[in-house]
């Protein structure tokens, strides 16, 4: 039986430079992401951008709008902001904040090789951005679907928007890679 030292040099034997490359980015960016995933600053400032944001986007569409708009809770490495009104009560917590899917987005658009620098931080941005306004309008839908239609909330919550989330991810990164250059 192989030892895994000579299955990895086997393994690597086949790898172009690219995919090395693309590997080990990979890996470095992983582990940057596990020494940032739990920095509270982060996080609050996200959950606190999303519930004003998707306060203002209730009020703006709809005559339901949250009669309050309260940080919550913050400890270490939670934080959470209410929205509600006499009918709806929604928490926006450390765990809707998407830091999770912006930082992945961007990890493989910087990680993929032969494409500018440019082009990397342009997508980088423009699909953040996307996916944070995507977030905030998910906020909303779902204060609005907790105010009007409860039934649906949990559907939507945990199944419905979260494959919205991942598809439009998957759209940035087909878009981004179909005019590499």
Known sequence: ?????????????????????FFTRGFIGLLIWFLLSDLFFIHDFLVSSLAVNAAGV???????????????FAHQNYCSWDLKDSRAWIRIGSNCDGWELYYLY???????????????FFFAVIGTLTLYFFNVLRIAG?????????IWFGIFHKVIFQVLAYLIMFGLWIIYLTGRK
Request: avoid cysteine; charged fraction near 20%.
């Open 142 to 150: 779902l204060f609005f679907l907790e105010h009007s239609y409860p």
């Open 58 to 72: 209730i009020e703006f569409f709809s005559e339901v709008a949250p009669t309050q708009l309260t940080n919550s």
């Open 106 to 120: 961007s990890l493989f658009i910087f990680i993929f090789p032969g494409i500018r620098l440019e082009r990397k």
């Open 1 to 21: 039986m192989l030892n895994i030292g000579s299955r990895l040099r086997k393994i690597n034997a086949y790898l172009s430079a690219d995919h090395k490359r």
